[in-house]
């Protein structure tokens, strides 16, 4: 992962207010305020004009499902801010993190650099149509009043995904660089000169990514946590409508999967990357205790130096977190999972014991109470005959 593909993002990063214009240390340019006003001011008028067209829905909606609806549109519109407040306050942490991963070692493969970035983007493209083909035909011109503005935010939160993306891999490529240096030199018994020169190098390289991870968490830390509480809810969302809804469109069903995997693909995508920078760390502490022990029964200057080494590493282990509120690594994933099963299971039951069937089916249960639970039912039936033609163009989506 190279510069030049973090160049390419910077370009439509600027954009959109929300990223540095250019990678450049000694000449990067940041988001004007005016500008970055303007920008905030089109994502606050569209959510606020969107809000208009969406409350006579939202206000019939239970009391879970609304919570988790206004939940979601706020997360995914403090994103949107959150990442242009970044740019405009953060400007020396973005410098330095641009610099810190300018001067420490790597080595980069130019091959289909771009071309993720193309397939991307054709992905998200393609999905944007869908949307638009599915509810657009569903809902009509509803659809177009209430979401519009979700195409713009969408693609902001799509282009911090793969900000994200970019810069941790370009993190992790350089522990990778540390780690084939070490397992080369941990194969000799002999130590040159040159090998101690080099893990002089190797240990500056060390304190500059552990601040770099710094830097990082810095940045990206209210960012990253507002994209894991948005996953999260749109997760339990699509799944709590899929499984409530009697009578579901194919096509929506296949529409909500296709987004739940897109949003899980990046989230747990950039969680499972810092959880292999820190896996990293633990192969070069594993390659330079395997070199301690075989200078162990010699008090020289190589086992003296291996031991700094090893030191210096456990020092600067790096660590990731989501505005500090919790670390980010591999148990991040099954602690979200924990989460969307617990609060799903708990929907699921008010959802339930909001039913009025289940009050048909007590009914049905007491001999005493047949016909009036004959008459329920048939009530019932008469609703949703009446009502079919509502369930096939619904009033909002996911809903």
Partial sequence: MSFKLLEVVFQVGKILAMSPWNSETKTVHFPSLP????????????????AIYRYPVYVELSSAKFT???????????????????????????????????????KSSENAQYLRFVIANLVYVVLSILEGWVYGSLMGLDFVKQYAIEYLQMYSQFILYFLLYVVLKMLLMRYEYITRFTSEFGKRRLLTKDYFWYLQKIKCDICFLRETSDLINNIFGWPFLLIVSFT??????????????RRGNVSVTLYSISMIAWHFFWTYGNILLCGSIQDEVEKILAVASKMETLFSDNKTKESEQIRLFINVVKENFPNFSAANFFDVNRK????????IVTFLVVMLQFEYSQDPNAVCTMMMGDSSSVTAAERCLLKKSLE????????????SRNI
Avoid: C, M
């Fill in 332 to 339: 991040t994933v099954f602690q979200i999972f924990n989460t």
């Fill in 232 to 245: 999260t809810l749109q997760i339990l969302q699509t799944i709590q409508t899929i499984l409530v809804k």
């Fill in 68 to 106: 988790v609806q206004v939940l979601l549109d706020a997360s995914l519109y403090l994103i949107n801010i959150g990442t242009i407040l970044t740019a405009v306050r953060k400007k020396s942490e973005w410098r330095k993190l641009l610099l810190n991963l300018k001067i420490t070692h790597h």
């Fill in 35 to 50: 500008y970055a006003f303007f920008v905030t001011g089109i994502y606050s008028v569209g959510l606020f004009i969107s």
């Fill in 384 to 395: 949703a005959e009446v009502t079919i033609g509502t369930l096939e163009k619904p009033r």
